[in-house]
């Protein structure tokens, strides 16, 4: 749904500031390290699924090809392409990753 989608796309863009940070010798002011110290183990969690996402559309497409980032743009503008990816995706769900709320971490 897209509000989950939002939240992601905000958890995502907010541990990339944090990366620049870091990356760039910056200090982390306090609600940036809250950020980290709180939502670290939801960051691990999307970072898989993206993963997993790559690996659905690599098996389609030649990854970095040209139709490879089209089927990116058309997956996060269509519903309909990203349910058939999200279809095709759950042979690889089916794997029982550990998440970090399974281990008790969260």
């Known amino acids: 749904n897209s509000s989950a989608r939002k939240e992601q796309f905000y958890l995502v863009r907010d541990f990339y500031k944090i990366r620049s940070k870091i990356v760039h010798g910056d200090e982390l002011k306090h609600d940036m390290q809250n950020v980290l110290e709180t939502r670290y183990y939801n960051y691990q969690d999307t970072v898989r699924n993206v993963l997993l996402r790559v690996l659905v559309l690599s098996d389609h497409f030649r990854l970095g ?12 503008l269509d519903e309909a392409v990203r349910s058939e990816l999200q279809r095709k995706s759950q042979r690889i769900w089916a794997v029982d990753l550990p998440t970090a709320t399974d281990s008790g971490v969260c």
């Open 65 to 76: 090809s040209e139709s490879f980032y089209e089927a990116l743009d058309e997956m996060s």
